[in-house]
Nanobody, 123 residues
Framework: QVQLAESGGGSVQAGGSLRLSCAAS????????MAWFRQNLGKEREAVAT????????YYADSVKGRFTIFQDNAKNTLYLQMNSLKPEDTAMYYC????????????????WGQGTQVTVSS
């Protein structure tokens, strides 16, 4: 089992920045990929970014390329999402995930989820 706890969400004006954190604990060795997803009410959850825990390959949704950066601190077992130049359409609940494996933005295998952190961007 893997436990994930997100933090860092909040409200910001368009053009601003936020950094989300996801602290991982438990049997993290069973996962090879970490990811950030987001979801709005009535919409499907979408992958924002993924990172392979070894090797560090990173993938981004087209809607966030050049604005968001996913990175990890292995010593702290913490995943981050640096979000710059935020837009109102980035408003969503953001979830951290740890997956058995990934292919690009697609996660697969046993997947564990955090509780989510709300990001609200006002115009």
């Amino acid at each position: 089992q893997v436990q994930l706890a997100e933090s860092g969400g909040g409200s910001v004006q368009a053009g601003g920045s936020l950094r989300l954190s996801c602290a991982a604990s438990g049997s993290t060795y069973i996962t090879t990929c970490m990811a950030w997803f987001r979801q709005n009410l009535g919409k499907e959850r979408e992958a924002v970014a993924t990172i392979y825990t070894s090797g560090g390959n990173r993938y981004y949704a087209d809607s966030v390329k050049g604005r968001f950066t996913i990175f990890q601190d292995n010593a702290k077992n913490t995943l981050y999402l640096q979000m710059n130049s935020l837009k109102p359409e980035d408003t969503a609940m953001y979830y951290c995930a740890a997956a058995g494996y990934c292919s690009g933005l697609v996660t697969a295998g046993d997947t564990y989820w955090g509780q989510g952190t709300q990001v609200t961007v006002s115009s």
